[in-house]
């Protein structure tokens, strides 16, 4: 319940009109609790019908994906592209493959890019996509069949200056590579229209880092903040992907020590530190799982089950899995063992009852829409070399990165204290990333 008569209409309304969509519930919840002093204090957004329109997406589309196996057998999977803003800018966000993948999914992620994207400072617009393909298991001909049959249909739906999507879980260079080739054979036109590219076909450099690096710069600047740093503490990180990996690489050149990765099958706890370039063979080349990692590291221990990774003592924790894989029960857990700073690098991977363990023990605590915007603010700034058919250095992407991602810690705790909510960068986040969108969306009319 909000305080709010407004606040509580709309919610009930999301909830009515998206039922069975958990995710969905979840993460509009978080930013209209955040939104209670903003309608308090702007009434005209009540007015002009901002709220309920933010929630509703502009367009949702969902096809049919056929493609054949090796087999020979075909196969039935479901796109989907939520178009979810485009006040700002063309519809931006990534591209998830998944079996877990349904409407509910792709409806979250998409709203809450809505507000990351508005945090980067640069004009980009929310959306989100996917499918429940698993791309597990897959030859890469089965892989590229599929991403050619996705895109068949995902290209009359997207554009340049439309909708530009790019990388999310099962979706990196590969699939990108895959789905660029088949847009650009069915329109016949060299346009920006995917990020996270390949470095030889229109690629950013430092894009492939992006989000990983960005996450510890912004936990970097929130740590400096309160007198800490990155220096000799240590590093729990969730996932393996391509998160977790640039996560793990920053991180230590930070000075921290991170001794333990995860993929959905279970963890690994290296006390002496993680090696990197073994986890990079494995995942970025072979595609192993991260269980093979102590064939080669015996002193290092395996454990069967994710959950268990937020019991190792750490002192800074950052999950770049997937969402809700940090519970409450977790989040204690940290506590107890002194953690004092959670930055999300995945998608909403802490439960609302995690953040408020977080929020009532003091412990920092930086939300994905602020800590993990990184990689969407390196695709707009891959899409703004592609306009000029030009390419930064690593070092000048690298360094513009840097410069967002300060900006977004800068904006989130101010916008928090000016409402009261010192410290609390969730409503700080919220509150910087709704402020931006709603004036343009007061400015352009009902639309
Ligand atoms: P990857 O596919 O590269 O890696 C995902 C990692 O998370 C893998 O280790 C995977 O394990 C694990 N994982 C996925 N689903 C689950 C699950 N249901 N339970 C447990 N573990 C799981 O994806 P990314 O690293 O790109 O994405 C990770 C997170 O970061 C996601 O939440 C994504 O939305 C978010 N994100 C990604 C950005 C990007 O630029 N790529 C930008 C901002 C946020 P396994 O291999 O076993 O599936
Ligand atoms: O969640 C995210 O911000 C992403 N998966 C990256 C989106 C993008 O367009 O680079």
Same mark, same amino acid.
């Given at each position: 319940? *909000?305080?709010?008569?407004?606040?509580?209409?709309?919610? &009930?309304?999301?909830?009515?009109?998206?039922?069975?969509?958990?995710?969905?519930?979840?993460?509009?919840?978080?930013? +209209?609790?955040?939104?209670?002093?903003?309608?308090?204090?702007?009434?005209?957004?009540?007015?002009?019908?901002?709220?309920?329109?933010?929630?509703?997406? &502009?367009?949702?589309?969902?096809?049919?994906?056929?493609?054949?196996? !090796?087999?020979?057998?075909?196969?039935?999977?479901?796109?989907?592209?939520?178009?979810?803003?485009?006040?700002?800018?063309?519809?931006?966000?990534?591209?998830?493959?998944?079996?877990?993948?349904?409407?509910?999914?792709?409806?979250?992620?998409?709203? &809450?890019?809505?507000?990351?994207?508005?945090?980067?400072?640069?004009?980009?617009?929310?959306?989100?996509?996917?499918?429940? *393909?698993? #791309?597990?298991?897959?030859?890469?001909?089965?892989?590229?069949?599929?991403?050619?049959?996705?895109?068949?249909?995902?290209?009359?739906?997207?554009?340049?200056? $439309? !909708?530009?999507?790019?990388?999310?879980?099962?979706?990196?260079?590969?699939?990108?590579?895959?789905?660029?080739?088949?847009?650009?054979?069915?329109?016949?036109?060299?346009?920006?229209? +995917?990020?996270?590219?390949?470095?030889?076909?229109?690629?950013?450099?430092?894009?492939?880092?992006?989000?990983?690096?960005?996450?510890?710069?912004?936990?970097?600047?929130?740590?400096?903040?309160?007198?800490?740093?990155?220096?000799?503490?240590?590093?729990?990180?969730?996932?393996?992907?391509?998160?977790?990996?640039?996560?793990?690489?920053?991180?230590?050149?930070?000075?921290?020590?991170?001794?333990?990765?995860?993929?959905?099958?279970?963890?690994?706890?290296?006390?002496?530190?993680?090696?990197? #370039?073994?986890?990079?063979?494995?995942?970025?080349?072979?595609?192993?799982?991260?269980?093979?990692?102590?064939?080669?590291?015996?002193?290092?221990?395996?454990?069967?089950? $994710?959950?268990?990774?937020?019991?190792?003592?750490?002192?800074?924790? +950052?999950?770049?899995?997937?969402?809700?894989?940090?519970? &409450?029960?977790?989040?204690?857990?940290?506590?107890?063992?002194? $953690?004092?700073?959670?930055?999300?690098?995945?998608?909403?991977?802490?439960?609302?009852?995690?953040?408020?363990?977080?929020?009532?023990?003091?412990?920092?605590?930086? #939300?994905?829409?602020?800590?993990?915007?990184?990689?969407?603010?390196?695709?707009?700034?891959?899409?703004?070399?592609?306009?000029?058919?030009?390419?930064?250095?690593?070092?000048?992407?690298?360094?513009?990165?840097?410069?967002?991602?300060?900006?977004?810690?800068?904006?989130?705790? !101010?916008?928090?204290?000016?409402?009261?909510?010192?410290?609390? *960068?969730?409503?700080?986040?919220?509150?910087?990333?709704?402020?931006?969108?709603?004036?343009?969306?007061?400015?352009?009319?009902?639309?």
């Amino acid at each position: 319940m *909000f305080k709010s008569k407004y606040l509580n209409g709309v919610m &009930e309304t999301v909830i009515k009109r998206n039922p069975a969509e958990p995710e969905f519930h979840q993460a509009v919840r978080e930013v +209209l609790e955040s939104l209670e002093p903003v309608i308090e204090a702007h009434p005209e957004f009540e007015k002009a019908g901002i709220v309920e329109r933010i929630v509703e997406p &502009e367009r949702v589309v969902s096809f049919r994906v056929p493609w054949l196996d !090796d087999q020979g057998n075909v196969q039935v999977n479901r796109g989907f592209r939520v178009q979810f803003n485009s006040a700002i800018g063309p519809y931006k966000g990534g591209l998830r493959f998944h079996p877990s993948v349904y409407q509910g999914i792709i409806k979250f992620l998409g709203f &809450e890019q809505i507000f990351k994207n508005s945090l980067t400072g640069l004009p980009i617009g929310g959306g989100k996509g996917g499918s429940d *393909f698993d #791309p597990k298991g897959k030859s890469d001909n089965e892989v590229m069949r599929f991403c050619q049959s996705f895109m068949t249909e995902l290209s009359k739906h997207i554009g340049a200056d $439309c !909708d530009v999507p790019a990388g999310d879980i099962g979706v990196g260079g590969r699939e990108i590579g895959y789905m660029f080739g088949q847009y650009k054979r069915l329109r016949n036109e060299y346009t920006g229209v +995917l990020t996270g590219k390949g470095l030889t076909y229109g690629g950013s450099l430092a894009r492939t880092e992006a989000t990983g690096y960005g996450l510890c710069y912004f936990t970097d600047e929130m740590l400096k903040d309160a007198g800490k740093s990155f220096k000799d503490a240590t590093v729990v990180i969730s996932g393996s992907g391509n998160v977790a990996i640039y996560a793990t690489e920053k991180a230590t050149e930070l000075g921290g020590k991170v001794v333990a990765l995860s993929d959905s099958n279970g963890y690994v706890y290296d006390k002496n530190g993680i090696d990197l #370039p073994l986890v990079k063979q494995l995942k970025e080349v072979e595609r192993k799982r991260i269980s093979e990692y102590v064939k080669t590291h015996p002193e290092a221990e395996y454990h069967e089950g $994710c959950k268990g990774i937020w019991t190792i003592p750490c002192d800074i924790a +950052l999950p770049c899995a997937t969402q809700n894989e940090l519970d &409450e029960e977790s989040a204690k857990a940290l506590v107890a063992n002194g $953690c004092y700073a959670v930055a999300e690098g995945a998608n909403m991977p802490s439960t609302p009852e995690a953040v408020s363990v977080f929020q009532s023990n003091g412990v920092l605590f930086g #939300p994905a829409k602020a800590a993990n915007a990184g990689g969407v603010a390196t695709s707009a700034l891959e899409m703004s070399q592609n306009s000029m058919r030009y390419s930064w250095t690593f070092e000048e992407v690298d360094a513009k990165l840097k410069d967002i991602m300060v900006n977004i810690y800068k904006n989130s705790r !101010d916008a928090a204290e000016k409402y009261g909510l010192k410290g609390n *960068f969730v409503a700080g986040a919220n509150i910087a990333g709704f402020m931006k969108v709603a004036e343009a969306m007061m400015a352009q009319g009902l639309v």
